[in-house]
């Protein structure tokens, strides 16, 4: 089957359907460069109405600040995650992000690795289905070591246990801040009152995970997002 086998009236991608019905696929959206729908704020809320075409988007995380991670001469990025009610299989759905990643100008074989990227899409969570594939995992694999992914994630998945792990979303992100910082440290849940829109989420006990001036993970607003 190709990769778009039929393009309806409505413009959107038809794939096979799981015949079971539905699964929630937590999605992460990342992007640092401007593409055709402006800036990347703009970029990740033209995409996740792209994602409408593979299911439908129920929830929608706060968008987020971030320094970037592997390859630090580049942007800071937006990140945000969104929960996409689909019935397609997971290689369907991620051939389907791959086109919508290609149609905002992402091209993974010819970008740099963790390099600048107009859009990035990444399966997080998909139902409760473990995943070890050439070009597909699922859960994403660095999930946990990610502030980026985590703090939005929690926002709209915060009690959703992580297959395979064991430890729900909030308690991952717990984890990375006690990784860094010792046991005593707990992370505020994003939610809390003192995370405050541009604020750092950060413990006053150590600001070097989530908070410094240089890598903080921080919540934004954005017109164009709130405006979807």
Not at 171 to 187: N, Q, R, V, W, Y
Request: some cysteine.
């Amino acid at each position: 089957m190709s990769l778009i086998s039929v393009l309806d009236r409505h413009n959107k991608y038809w794939f096979p359907r799981y015949p079971e019905g539905m699964r929630t696929a937590y999605i992460g959206m990342g992007a640092n460069l401007a593409s055709w729908a402006g800036v990347p704020e703009a970029t990740l809320a033209a995409a996740a109405l792209r994602l409408e075409s593979l299911g439908q988007v129920a929830r929608r995380s706060s968008l987020y600040s971030t320094a970037p991670v592997g390859f630090a001469a580049q942007p800071r990025f937006v990140n945000a995650v969104v929960a996409l009610e689909t019935e397609l299989k997971p290689r369907e759905l991620l051939k389907g992000m791959l086109a919508i990643e290609i149609e905002f100008g992402r091209d993974r074989a010819a970008g740099v690795v963790n390099g600048p990227r107009t859009l990035d899409l990444d399966i997080l969570i998909f139902g409760d289905l473990e995943i070890s594939e050439p070009g597909l995992e699922i859960p994403h694999p660095r999930m946990a070591e990610r502030a980026f992914v985590l703090a939005p994630l929690c926002d709209i998945a915060a009690e959703v246990v992580v297959p395979g792990c064991g430890k729900t979303v909030h308690e991952l992100i717990d984890s990375l801040k006690k990784a860094k910082a010792g046991p005593s440290t707990s992370l505020p849940h994003p939610s809390d009152e003192d995370l405050s829109l541009g604020t750092p989420v950060r413990s006053a006990q150590d600001d070097s995970v989530f908070g410094s001036s240089t890598d903080a993970v921080v919540r934004i607003e954005s017109a164009a997002w709130l405006s979807r």
